[in-house]
């Protein structure tokens, strides 16, 4: 497959003369000086990391539920007016056949105490389908999310950040670039927020 590049996003800043020679380079450089630092507060969506390519996309969304024993843990922080909530959603592979995986899924409270689990929760496979060649001479579809490297409970790791929403209802969502799972989401709204991020994981 033709892979896609896109550009890198640029801040540029205005150089300040090194000397003024009378009182009109002095006015330049002023003015020179508010244009730098109009550009620096100009803060684009997406400076956090680079576009991200169809290339990006490939995660192997299975893998983490292809080797019995694999696990992984979130922790969740949600809050409603004054009221803050902890737990913890534990993921384990319990069984792996040939056309599904099986796991066990556990909440804990703030404490890391269970508080109730499932087990025997049922993940089919899927075949990967053939992708489909561009249209020749077509322009290729722009995709809207980022490659970003975030630090975690669970380590530093590289995710692609799909953002949805506008204003105070935005919410963001970090997936591991390899493996598909949720490294980190955030989302708030009118009296709530909640923030989810991965603090344990053990996938072969």
């Not at 380079?25 to 020179?32: H, I, R, S, V, Y």
């Not at 680079?50 to 995660?59: F, G, I, P, Q, Y």
Request: glycine share 8%; charged share 35%.
């Amino acid at each position: 497959m033709k892979k896609w590049m896109m550009a890198l996003a640029l801040c540029s800043m205005i150089g300040i003369p090194a000397m003024a020679q009378d009182k009109e380079p002095a006015k330049e450089e002023k003015k020179t000086e508010a244009e730098g630092e109009k550009k620096e507060g100009e803060k684009k969506e997406g400076e956090e990391g680079r576009k991200a390519t169809a290339e990006d996309l490939k995660s192997n969304y299975q893998k983490p539920y292809k080797t019995k024993g694999n696990t992984w843990t979130h922790k969740s922080i949600s809050k409603y007016g004054e009221t803050e909530m902890v737990t913890y959603m534990k993921y384990e592979i319990t069984e792996v056949g040939e056309k599904s995986a099986k796991y066990k899924l556990t909440m804990m409270d703030a404490e890391k105490k269970e508080t109730f689990s499932m087990a025997d929760q049922e993940f089919e496979f899927y075949e990967e389908t053939p992708e489909e060649k561009p249209t020749e001479g077509a322009e290729p579809a722009e995709i809207d999310a980022w490659v970003v490297k975030i630090k975690v409970e669970a380590g530093e790791f590289e995710t692609i950040l799909w953002k949805y929403g506008e204003g105070k209802d935005v919410s963001k969502t970090y997936i591991h670039k390899e493996l598909g799972l949720i490294v980190k989401s955030e989302s708030s709204g009118e009296g709530y927020s909640n923030i989810m991020e991965l603090v344990e994981m053990k996938v072969q």
